[in-house]
């Protein structure tokens, strides 16, 4: 980054300590991932110069040859690698789509029902601080207080009870599958339509390590990054049936011109998810998952739902006697990356909740496997029983360093 060091070197000097911190540190938070090279290239070309509202073959500027064959380029490998009839590149985050299906499918004031943010769902699902929650009526359903999975015969009886508009099947805190099949035979009941947000998931769908929306769900949204592999963006992938809705709801309803470079970085992330290496990638997140809730569990650590199906561990630390966010922030020093999240019926405000949510995207990319789990199972713990001593700490984070030189983070060239 020659030409930044020399016009901007404040903003390069930040931007190589973020570079080694992302390489010398063992990053747990599920939604981060490391992208390839390839990606980064994409992600910084000439495309961001570029103007381009409206879709391929239907610009308002002229000059768009090359963007039209590259998003035309995307759009197929996106239907292709999920097996969907229709697929819109353009949202430029995960929440902006969600936006645009509602906007899509729903009147104002019409009932939209998804999993409570407490108990492991997304603002965007309807929560009372997000502006989903006041354009329309939201409706939450919850997971059990013993088991704390979802209850589909609660679901349904919910759903009949309130007769939502849309029903959303997804999370960012919930280590267990996700039963498409009967979530769509509760929509079908209830006249909704079914939107199902695959964001944390849809790298594991693709490698067939989780059950697939796509025969069941009217609408799939996911963001790009996370277990995908790609750039910070977002796609929606439905139906036939909506298809024009959902195009004239992401343009012109809710976004100018899309982000090109991004829209190209996606297609790249989307050609590299289509290989047999991938799926192996998305199979060995999930072994590791388990490998690392398996450690926690021999070491006294209470897992909600007793453990993972996916890429992500949700702890309730209650019985470690620490909470959430001092827990998230000793860990930091001692080099290893998550973040403090409530758990269900937490009784701990949202700013400084029980748990901490851990997941395992980022360091498969690295190359790491169950035995490396087990280490960083050994300094959670450590860290955890001495979270205010330092040099315990400082200790802890030179062995996480040695430890991430020997799997070299992509796309980061240290130097």
């Given at each position: ?16 300590q ?6 010398e540190s063992?990053?747990l938070?599920?939604?981060?991932n ?9 992600t ?18 002229e ?38 299906v ?5 009147k ?7 999993l ?17 929650g ?30 939502p ?11 267990r ?14 006249d ?16 067939g390590?989780h059950?697939?929306?796509a ?32 195009d ?23 050609k ?8 192996e ?10 490998a ?15 453990g ?17 966010k ?9 080099g290893i990356?998550?973040n403090?999240?409530?758990?269900p019926?937490?009784p ?23 035995p ?21 700490l ?22």
């Amino acid at each position: 980054m020659t030409h930044l060091a020399e016009t901007d070197p404040e903003l390069y000097r930040l931007i190589k300590q973020e570079e080694g911190y992302q390489a010398e540190s063992v990053r747990l938070i599920p939604s981060e991932n490391y992208v390839s090279a390839a990606v980064l290239e994409a992600t910084g070309s000439v495309l961001t110069n570029k103007y381009s509202e409206g879709y391929s073959g239907r610009r308002y500027y002229e000059g768009q040859r090359f963007i039209d064959q590259i998003e035309t380029i995307v759009i197929e490998r996106a239907r292709a690698l999920f097996r969907v009839e229709h697929a819109n590149v353009q949202p430029y985050s995960g929440t902006p789509a969600n936006l645009a299906v509602y906007c899509a499918l729903l009147k104002p004031g019409e009932g939209l029902m998804g999993l409570a943010l407490p108990h492991g769902g997304h603002l965007s699902h309807g929560w009372n601080v997000s502006v989903t929650g006041s354009f329309w009526r939201p409706i939450h359903y919850m997971v059990d207080r013993e088991t704390q999975r979802i209850d589909y015969d609660a679901v349904r009886e919910l759903a009949r009870r309130e007769r939502p508009r849309i029903i959303v099947t997804g999370a960012t805190a919930y280590p267990r599958e996700f039963d498409f099949r009967v979530f769509s035979e509760i929509a079908k009941e209830v006249d909704a339509y079914l939107l199902a947000d695959i964001s944390h998931i849809a790298g594991l769908i693709v490698a067939g390590v989780h059950p697939d929306p796509a025969p069941y769900a009217d609408v799939i949204v996911t963001t790009t990054h996370k277990t995908l592999r790609g750039p910070r963006g977002a796609m929606i992938l439905c139906r036939e049936a909506v298809a024009e809705k959902i195009d004239k709801a992401v343009f012109p309803g809710l976004q100018g011109g899309p982000h090109n470079h991004t829209t190209a970085a996606i297609g790249v992330a989307l050609k590299e998810a289509a290989t047999a290496e991938f799926r192996e990638y998305g199979r060995q997140i999930v072994r590791n998952a388990k490998a690392l809730a398996e450690g926690l569990l021999e070491r006294g650590f209470n897992l909600v739902s007793g453990g993972t199906d996916n890429h992500l561990i949700l702890i309730d630390l209650t019985n470690k006697q620490v909470i959430g966010k001092k827990a998230a922030q000793a860990l930091d020093r001692a080099g290893i990356v998550c973040n403090y999240n409530t758990v269900p019926f937490d009784p701990r405000k949202p700013f400084s909740p029980s748990g901490i949510r851990l997941g395992t995207p980022a360091v498969t990319s690295r190359g790491m496997k169950e035995p490396e789990m087990r280490r960083i199972a050994a300094w959670i713990d450590q860290a955890l029983s001495h979270s205010e001593d330092a040099a315990i700490l400082g200790r802890i984070a030179g062995e996480v360093k040695d430890l991430c030189r020997g799997f070299p983070a992509p796309g980061i060239v240290l130097g």
